[in-house]
């Protein structure tokens, strides 16, 4: 060690460090010391924190500014550790970079970026970037010596996973251990570094953002596009989110090939349907190839490669696959290495590989292992079939052209495998048939249902007709059911409820037939199942839930009985589907959960049955007014492929509308209804068709075309005569008409015949309690709200109340001086209001639907009642209590901080001497506060 800085240069603080610390021993003996590398001089703690030359990257040409992440940084200042952990491309660098060059950080920033390999050498590197930003260490205490009272720095660990080196490591977490108090280190990473993180997660000091944190949002993308100056319809942004979940960098990557393309919407189309959209024009699997799969240990890579022709894959997959016997070592590995493989749950323990990933390999499959793929198809078949998953056995066994397993695992699960709903999966280019399917109409079925699970519709009815045609003039009774089944799923398939009902009736009758000709003692329950099922659904689709539940809840018994595990998860669908239409809404969730994970457990990542469960879901969530939640569900919705499914498209296009409309978001919603607008009076269904009118009208009504509006719903009747949600929207544009008597008479019809869902039945007590008071009945709105708190307390239904919460609280909490009844006031009609992030049941005492109150401002209270007078904030803040807004919107509408709100709420209950904020509202009242 030095002891002179006159007898030669002078050491950094961290070379001098080094050497105080007992590790130095084993740097010694890899051949590195700090005199082997030129020393570098301390500068002055008075230089600028951001200098010119400070090591920070630059922003790339176009990028995208995400406030919620920055935000995030901000707040993550204050904990010693915040790592920010996901694979190449996820804009870990260009975050931190951004969050520097917005002068956000607090004082002096210390940027190092680890190369690859560098082994003892990154300790070096770090101790450059201390020394230039101006930070000096203590060489004995680790104390940060040069710092100024209260400074607090940042220092940024670019690419740690390149430090592999144990003794720096080691050094590092006793850095940070030390000066965590004063230095808030930021750890960039592909994945979780070998550093004792336990420690500061369980004092919750870590702050942690990974790919959930920094993958795009829907709005993110659109913000991106727009700087790439690409025009995308809103469902082609949200297509590209999905097929990319979320990846920034193949995000950029599609965007700016899109650049200068007459039909850019193409590139996300091709990426649709397969490995089309790969080419290297685009370039994104040469940056797959190059950034991710080049820098996989082989055998890693050669485990990817074989199970990427799985949708999912688990521990027994991998081994039947690869012959390994470390399946779930191997996934575990992979799972992290950070996103390569993620893991999805069920009884198998099923991960999930990244789609564009995923297609990245299979593209490698078919050029490096051509030989195999069809052997690697036909091992997958045997093991699921062999664990009684028979609808990805029977994709593999026609895959790798095992036809004889594909007829026996048809025939063996023909039940299931026609009434579970199509699945989604990607189109395969597979073996051709053989020569003589025409005649085996058992393989020629099996093919049809390959074809229904990949969108292919038309090879789906012209495999069922081939099969027909090989049964002959007079089928066996066994033959013909499975026939009449068939049927069954093509009007499914096809969105055709007519069709389906008509095959169902007759597959009814075909099963009575066959009874004592099937080999298993379930098939029979379980064709019942499907046929009861299918006619279930007609009646759904077609508005009649009273006949669709007798259907149903013998369909569901059946179902149960047959033990067929992908029948029970379609009967919930549907339950789940038709307790919504009831408005039970904590019913509808329960079944909608219990197919996700019945489909989870099966290890199906995407089905007609998920997407149809996320929208129910999400449509609980809305009516609960939990929309954030709700716009989770519809984004998971989102099909990761372009098959023929008008219906789903159409339910999610809707549900995306609906969504913002209840975010105030409304040339959003219009733009997410635009597509529907030309499809009302075709081929959309009549509970479609009407809910895209009423939506519609709505709009107008906010625009203030009060006659487009009517003329809308007028439109709109023809569809379903005598529709209360038509009524409903016509009572508000009679509202806004200024004619609240029409309104109430409009109203008064609708629940004189007792509306199908309880959520109607709310809405509709709202409503008329609402034209009642502008009418000057105050008793009577009194009544209509207090009964429809009562009725929305059980199911915590929320939504019609929110934005009417100024008014709903004057008439359950009048005040005591209020002698004689206001004029009526002609009311506009109310906007939907934010959500609060959680959601409580409302009750008639005290409601909690959120609103928009609009208080005066008073001037400070003065009363000799106080022992203490309330400032004149806090008296503002007791105005806002006594209305229905939460401490969040409080904050936001008077601009400060939810803590801030918080404590001026506590100094209120102190100087009212209350603990509640009906007790503080009564008192203010006595003290005529407010």
Request: proline content about 6%; some cysteine.
């Amino acid at each position: 060690m030095h002891t002179s800085q006159h007898t030669g240069p002078r050491e950094s603080t961290l070379d001098r460090l080094a050497h105080n610390d007992a590790a130095e021993r084993f740097l010694g003996a890899s051949g590195w010391t700090p005199s082997a590398v030129r020393p570098m001089e301390i500068r002055s703690h008075q230089l600028d924190p951001r200098p010119d030359d400070d090591g920070v990257p630059e922003l790339p040409g176009t990028h995208l500014a995400r406030a919620r992440l920055l935000d995030q940084l901000d707040a993550a200042v204050a904990h010693p550790v915040t790592l920010l952990c996901a694979p190449t491309g996820w804009g870990k660098t260009v975050l931190a970079t951004s969050w520097i060059r917005s002068g956000r950080a607090p004082g002096r920033t210390a940027y190092v970026r680890f190369e690859a390999n560098c082994g003892a050498a990154a300790w070096r590197q770090m101790t450059t970037a201390l020394t230039a930003a101006g930070i000096a260490v203590d060489p004995a205490t680790y104390a940060w010596s040069n710092a100024q009272r209260h400074e607090r720095a940042v220092v940024v660990l670019d690419d740690l996973h390149n430090v592999t080196n144990l003794v720096v490591l080691r050094r590092l977490e006793r850095l940070i251990a030390r000066l965590g108090e004063r230095i808030s280190f930021f750890i960039l990473a592909r994945s979780e570094p070998p550093l004792s993180l336990y420690r500061w997660r369980v004092r919750g000091q870590l702050i942690e953002l990974r790919t959930d944190h920094l993958s795009f949002t829907h709005d993110e993308v659109a913000g991106l596009a727009a700087g790439y100056d690409v025009r995308l319809a809103q469902h082609f942004r949200y297509s590209l989110w999905h097929v990319t979940e979320g990846w920034p960098a193949a995000v950029a990557v599609i965007l700016a090939a899109m650049v200068g393309r007459h039909e850019p919407e193409r590139i996300i189309t091709d990426l649709l349907v397969g490995d089309s959209g790969l080419n290297e024009g685009v370039g994104l699997g040469e940056y797959v190839r190059r950034e991710i799969l080049q820098h996989l240990d082989p055998d890693l890579r050669e485990v990817m490669l074989r199970t990427s022709i799985l949708e999912t894959v688990c521990p027994g997959l991998v081994e039947a696959l690869t012959g390994s016997r470390g399946g779930a070592r191997l996934l575990a590995q992979m799972s992290r290495a950070n996103a390569l493989a993620t893991f999805y749950g069920g009884s198998h323990s099923w991960y999930r590989y990244r789609r564009l990933l995923r297609a990245v390999l299979r593209a490698e499959v078919r050029t490096t292992l051509p030989a195999e793929e069809r052997n690697l198809h036909r091992a997958a078949a045997g093991w699921y079939a062999a664990n009684g998953l028979p609808s990805d056995a029977l994709a593999h066994a026609a895959a790798g052209g095992d036809w004889i397993t594909a007829e026996r695992i048809f025939f063996q699960y023909w039940p299931e495998l026609i009434g579970s709903g199509p699945r989604v999966l990607s189109p395969r280019a597979g073996p051709r048939p053989p020569q003589d399917i025409a005649e085996r109409p058992l393989l020629a079925f099996a093919l049809a249902v390959c074809c229904r699970d990949t969108g292919d519709h038309n090879g789906m009815s012209a495999f069922i007709r081939l099969g027909e045609r090989a049964l002959g003039e007079s089928p066996g009774a066994t033959q013909a059911e499975i026939l009449a089944a068939l049927r069954v799923a093509e009007g499914t398939a096809l969105e055709d409820p007519q069709r389906s009902g008509t095959a169902a009736v007759r597959l009814l009758a075909r099963t009575e037939e066959a009874t004592g000709e099937h080999l298993y003692a379930d098939s029979t329950d379980a064709a019942r199942a499907v046929a009861y099922l299918a006619l279930s659904g007609a009646e759904l689709a077609g508005g009649s839930v009273d006949e669709a539940e007798a259907a149903l809840e013998r369909g569901a018994e059946l179902a149960r009985t047959s033990g067929f595990n992908l029948l029970v998860a379609q009967a919930n669908r549907q339950q789940a589907i038709a307790h919504l239409m009831r408005g039970r809404l904590s019913a509808a969730a329960a079944c909608a959960r219990r197919v996700i994970d019945g489909c989870r457990d099966a290890g199906i990542a995407e089905a007609r049955s998920i997407s149809y469960a996320r929208l129910v879901l999400a449509a609980v969530c809305r009516e609960r007014g939990q929309l954030d939640e709700a716009r989770f569900h519809l984004e998971e919705s989102i099909s990761a492929h372009t098959s023929a499914d008008p219906g789903q498209w159409v339910a999610g296009a809707l549900a995306f509308a609906q969504l913002l409309h209840a975010q105030d978001d409304h040339a959003g919603a219009a733009e997410a209804l635009e597509p529907l607008l030309g499809w009302r009076s075709s081929a959309l269904t009549p509970t479609a068709g009407v809910a895209v009118g009423v939506l519609h009208a709505d709009l107008c009504l906010l625009d203030g075309y009060l006659d487009k509006a009517r003329d809308i719903l007028d439109d709109t009747e023809h569809l379903r005569p005598g529709d209360p949600e038509v009524a409903l929207a016509s009572a508000r544009v009679s509202l806004a008409e200024g004619n609240p008597a029409a309104a109430a008479r409009t109203v008064e019809r609708v629940l004189a015949v007792e509306p199908v869902s309880l959520v109607t039945t709310v809405a509709a007590m709202v409503l008329l309690a609402q034209a009642l008071r502008q009418l000057g009945d105050l008793p009577g709105a009194t009544e209509r709200i207090e009964r429809a708190l009562r009725l929305a307390g059980p199911e915590n239904i929320r939504l019609p109340f929110i934005g009417h919460g100024s008014w709903i609280s004057e008439l359950l909490d009048p005040p005591d001086d209020r002698s004689l009844p206001p004029a009526p006031v002609p009311v506009p009609v109310p906007l939907p209001g934010s959500a609060p992030a959680a959601a409580t049941a409302p009750t008639a005492a005290m409601p909690e639907p959120e609103g928009v109150a609009e208080p005066v401002s008073a001037p400070p209270v003065i009363d000799e009642r106080l022992t203490e007078q309330l400032t004149e904030r806090e008296t503002l803040v007791l105005q806002y209590l006594r209305s229905m807004l939460s401490i969040a919107e409080i904050a936001t509408v008077l601009s400060v901080s939810a803590n801030t709100v918080k404590t001026h709420v506590r100094h209120v209950y102190r100087k009212l001497g209350v603990s509640r904020r009906r007790d503080a509202v009564r008192r203010g009242r006595e003290l005529s506060l407010i």
